[in-house]
């Protein structure tokens, strides 16, 4: 019974780790919207913005949708990030490969 108390818990502690994370992003396309409304951002910026929530999003999802032992090794990540003062930068994982190129090289 202990075994699926602490599974129940690794559970709670990715789902709201995942909730946490997609208000990360949605505050990105957030301000993304909010920049095309006091125009300074058009239109297509605003879709690049939406489609990198997306990108962001699936790849969380992927991260945090794990079953059995796997949803328990999730949680002793994310709680050894938050020890550690680690993070996940979800937003720069969803750039598009080729942004995520040229930052990683400095461009």
Same mark, same amino acid.
């Given at each position: 019974?202990?075994?699926?108390?602490? !599974?129940?818990?690794?559970?709670?502690?990715? %789902?709201?780790?995942?909730? %946490?994370?997609?208000?990360?992003?949605?505050?990105?396309?957030? !301000?993304?919207?909010?920049?095309?409304?006091?125009?300074?951002?058009?239109?297509?910026?605003?879709?690049?913005?939406?489609? !990198?929530?997306?990108? %962001?999003?699936?790849?969380?999802?992927?991260?945090?949708?794990?079953?059995?032992?796997?949803?328990?090794?999730?949680?002793?990540?994310?709680?050894?990030?938050?020890?550690?003062?680690?993070?996940?930068?979800?937003?720069?994982?969803?750039?598009?490969?080729?942004?995520?190129?040229?930052?990683?090289?400095?461009?």
């Amino acid at each position: 019974m202990a075994r699926k108390a602490e !599974r129940q818990a690794a559970r709670a502690s990715v %789902a709201a780790y995942h909730e %946490a994370q997609l208000g990360v992003l949605i505050e990105h396309v957030g !301000r993304a919207v909010d920049r095309f409304r006091a125009g300074e951002q058009d239109a297509f910026e605003v879709d690049a913005a939406i489609h !990198r929530f997306h990108r %962001a999003a699936r790849q969380l999802w992927s991260f945090c949708a794990q079953s059995g032992s796997q949803v328990e090794s999730a949680a002793h990540l994310i709680a050894r990030m938050a020890d550690d003062g680690d993070t996940i930068d979800w937003w720069q994982r969803g750039a598009p490969a080729r942004a995520r190129s040229a930052e990683d090289l400095g461009v």
